[in-house]
C-alpha cells in the first residue's frame, strides 16, 4: 500500500491539492490533524479529505473549531483564525473532525498529532521528548504533526537519533522504533515554503519525504479577501 502521510493542512486548499499531486498514485491518506486553522479553505479541505476516505487525528485547531477546547492557549491570530473557521464550519464539516480520535493504531503505526502522550498539545521536536514518548504507544512506529517540521526520530543504541530529511530523502522501517512527522502541508515553518509531506509504502518499508512548490500567493490572497491576520499572511512566504 502506498499512504499519502500528511498533516496540519489548515485550510489550505492550493498546497493540499499540489501536495496530493505530487504524492499520486497512492491507496489511502491518513492526515495526522490541524486540517483547518490559519488559512482560508476550511471546508472546501475538509470536503476534499472526505472524499478521498482519509483516514486521521485531531489535531488542537480541529478540537477549538469543534469547541471541545477553549482558546486561551492560542496566540491572537491563531485564535482570530479559529473563530473565523467557526463562522464557516457546515454541520457536516464540523461532524467531520469531530469523528477523528485524539490518537488511532493504524497496523504497525501508531498516529497522532503533538505526541502519543499528548496529543492535542506536545510539540515532539527534541531527542529528549522523543525518548520519553517511546513508552506511549505500543506499535513499532508513530505519526505525529504539530511542529509543522519534517523529522524522525529513531531508536539508536540507549538513545534516540533525529534524522532531518530533504526532499527525496528515504527512510527505512528497519524495526527500530521510530516517530516520523512527514512535515506540515499548509504552513510550513523549517525555513522552506514549500509545502511538506511524505509518502509511506508498507510493501517496501520505506517513507519518502517530499517538499512540494505550490502557488502561494493563490492562498494568501484568499486570505486577505477573508480578513484573515497579516502575519499569517506573511509567514507563508518564509515558511517559518
Ligand atoms: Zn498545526
Excluded: K
Excluded at 472526505?50 to 491570530?77: K, M, P, Q, S, Y
Excluded at 500567493?217 to 517559518?240: D, K, V, Y
Amino acid at each position: 500500500m502506498r499512504i499519502a502521510l500528511i498533516s496540519d493542512v489548515h485550510s489550505n486548499l492550493p498546497a493540499l491539492e499540489s501536495v496530493l499531486d505530487a504524492l499520486a498514485p497512492f491507496d489511502a491518506v491518513w492526515q495526522l490533524g490541524d486540517v483547518v486553522g490559519y488559512g482560508p479553505d476550511p471546508v472546501a479541505v475538509i470536503e476534499r479529505l472526505r472524499a478521498l476516505g482519509a483516514t486521521g487525528v485531531r489535531g488542537n485547531h480541529d478540537a477549538a473549531v469543534i469547541g471541545e477546547i477553549g482558546t486561551d492557549w492560542f496566540n491572537d491570530a491563531a485564535r482570530e483564525a479559529v473563530e473565523w473557521t467557526t463562522g464557516r464550519m457546515t454541520s457536516s464539516a464540523s461532524d467531520w473532525l469531530a469523528q477523528n480520535p485524539h490518537t488511532r493504531v493504524e497496523g504497525a503505526f501508531t498516529l497522532a498529532h503533538g505526541s502519543p502522550r499528548d496529543p492535542l498539545w506536545e510539540y515532539l521536536f527534541s531527542t529528549s521528548i522523543a525518548r520519553a514518548n517511546l513508552g506511549a504507544f505500543a506499535t513499532p512506529y508513530c505519526l505525529v504533526g504539530h511542529t509543522h517540521v519534517p523529522v524522525a526520530f529513531r531508536e539508536s543504541g540507549d538513545g534516540v537519533e533525529a534524522i532531518v530529511p530533504r526532499d527525496g530523502t528515504v527512510l527505512e522501517l528497519d524495526g527500530r522504533r521510530t516517530i516520523l512527522n512527514p512535515g506540515g502541508v499548509g504552513q510550513p515553518r523549517d525555513g522552506d515554503a514549500r509545502a511538506a509531506a511524505a509518502l509511506l509504502d508498507t510493501g517496501a518499508g520505506t517513507v519518502t519525504w517530499r517538499r512540494v512548490p505550490y502557488p502561494i500567493a493563490t492562498t494568501q490572497q484568499a486570505m486577505r479577501t477573508a480578513g484573515l491576520p497579516s502575519r499569517l499572511i506573511e509567514r507563508l512566504e518564509r515558511g517559518f
